[in-house]
Structure formats: structure tokens, C-alpha cells
């Protein structure tokens, strides 16, 4: 994978973006509760602020990345990286990966930042904590730099916020500039065996059609979920392998031009959870050669 070096302007093809109407999660503030409408407020300001957005960039390719892959890099292997595409930082990404640990989005784009990935990093998050209390939004802050965005609510009633939110993640990916992160699963999967899937939720389909986003399939094996733990072995490299395996980006064929509906949504869903899974098959293969 290669990328360009140059970094697009926040505004950078905004136009296009604003032409769709979109729901915007501010406009469910009934739903929301002050500190979480503020919390979006804020974030959401940091990309419209050139000033702001060029911080985070720094701060999240600078800092961030540096000290995850300096916690990592003596048990992570990649492979496949050689069929990424060339990224044009002026557009934006969508990286679907399974998700066994908290940390899988982090080590995954750790690597492409550290390799000249340009792209401010989202990664939708739930908003319990994160987007409730205050702690969260500082945890947001100095952990991520504000990568986690924007958050997702899982309580029923607020079903309609959820909506918004892929509103908003579509947003930003028509918008350029971004590397967005999801888990088709839509929540870790604790299951003993690491190959085997929990079902694709349709809000990743709705978000792949509704975006037109190019579409990177990745599969990730080997982290934990125990921080201090994690970062130890990495030094005393006794730790599990970290498999990091990059597929090409998904062929959706002609499903993206077909009329929305939940189905079609599922089916697009399932098209890259089966893109996640067969790298998964791979990496299962590289872990047995390497036993």
C-alpha cells in the first residue's frame, strides 16, 4: 500500500456531502441528554475547524499512532497489505474488521498511519461512557484524540439516534478525508472461536450504499482485552501472535445501485463479513504454518 502525502483541507469536498439530505443527530436533541449533545457539538466542530482538524490529524498520527505501535510491534504480523489501493487523501475510507478485542481499530490503523496514511481516524463508538459522563469525554480525548465518533446508542428507544448516526458516518465519508472504522458484528464477539462470525448487522450495508465509499476488508487475531497485560507481552514478546491480514477492497457488483431496503442492507452486510471471513481463513492458515 501506498499513500499520498498531502493532507485535504476539513472543508475538502463538504459541498457534495451537504447536497443529501441526511438526519442529523442534533436534531433529535429531545433524545439527547446535554452532555452528550454537547460532546457532539464539539467533535463535529473539530472537522468543520481547519485549525482543529489539522491538531487532531497531528496528534492522532504523531502521538497516537506512535505509542501503539511502539506497544505492539514486537508481536504483530501484516500480510496483504500489498493488495491495499493507493489512498487519495481527498476521499474517504471505510475499514470493516472483525471485532474480538477493544483495541482492534487501533492497531489496525496504527500501522497505516505510520506508513503515510493521511486520513483523520472515526471509529463510531457507543455512548455509554463515552459520550454520558465526563470521564468518557476525556478518556475520548487523550486516548483516541477524539477518533471515537460518533457515538451509537443501543437503547431501544432511542433507535432513531442510531439512524442519525450512520447519517453522520455516511457524512463524513462523502465528505473525504477520513478513515472510518466498523465491525459488521456491531459488538465484540466473546465466543471461543475466533473464526467464527457473529451475523453482519444491516447499518454497515446502509452506510457502504448510502457513502458509495471504497471498502477495505480486514481480519485481526491475537490481541486482548487486559491493556497492561497486552502492552507487557509485547515487551517481554510472550505474548499471542497479532495477525493483521488486509484483503482488497470488497466488490459489491451491482448492489449499490439497487433501491434501499433492510434486506438489500443485510445482503451488502453479509458481502463483507464474507470478505472479513475468508481472510480469516487465510490467517488461519499463517497461523498454523507458523506453530
Not at 21 to 38: H, N, S, V
Request: one cysteine or more.
Amino acid at each position: 500500500m501506498t499513500t499520498q502525502d498531502s493532507v485535504p483541507p476539513a472543508s475538502a469536498d463538504a459541498s457534495r456531502g451537504r447536497s443529501i439530505k441526511e438526519r442529523d443527530i442534533l436534531d433529535f436533541g429531545d433524545q439527547l441528554t446535554p452532555i452528550e449533545r454537547w460532546q457532539i457539538q464539539f467533535v463535529r466542530r473539530s472537522f468543520e475547524r481547519l485549525g482543529a482538524d489539522r491538531a487532531i490529524r497531528t496528534l492522532q498520527r504523531h502521538v497516537g499512532a506512535n505509542w501503539i505501535e511502539y506497544s505492539i510491534r514486537n508481536l504483530r504480523h501484516v500480510h496483504g497489505l500489498e493488495r491495499m489501493p493507493q489512498l487519495d487523501p481527498s476521499k474517504s475510507y471505510l475499514c470493516v474488521s472483525n471485532h474480538r478485542s477493544f483495541f482492534d481499530l487501533y492497531v489496525i490503523t496504527a500501522y497505516l498511519v505510520k506508513r503515510g496514511m493521511p486520513h483523520r481516524l472515526v471509529f463510531p463508538v457507543r455512548s455509554k461512557f463515552f459520550y454520558d459522563t465526563k470521564l468518557g469525554f476525556a478518556v475520548n480525548g487523550l486516548m483516541s484524540f477524539y477518533a471515537m465518533y460518533p457515538p451509537v446508542f443501543r437503547e431501544r428507544q432511542r433507535a432513531a439516534l442510531n439512524l442519525a448516526s450512520l447519517d453522520e458516518v455516511v457524512r463524513l465519508l462523502r465528505r473525504g478525508g477520513s478513515f472510518v472504522g466498523i465491525h459488521p458484528e456491531g459488538q465484540r464477539n466473546k465466543g471461543d472461536d475466533p473464526y467464527e462470525l457473529l451475523p453482519a448487522q444491516s447499518g454497515v450495508g446502509r452506510v457502504i450504499q448510502a457513502s458509495k465509499a471504497t471498502v477495505l476488508p480486514v481480519f485481526i487475531n491475537g490481541l486482548g482485552n487486559d491493556i497492561v497485560k497486552q502492552v507487557s507481552s509485547n515487551f517481554t514478546r510472550t505474548g499471542n501472535d497479532v495477525n493483521v491480514v488486509f484483503g482488497a477492497p470488497v466488490d459489491f457488483g451491482d448492489l449499490l445501485d439497487r433501491a434501499p431496503s433492510p434486506r438489500l442492507h443485510r445482503e451488502i452486510s453479509e458481502r463483507a463479513m464474507s470478505a472479513i471471513r475468508d481472510l480469516g481463513e487465510e490467517e488461519r492458515a499463517l497461523r498454523a504454518a507458523h506453530a
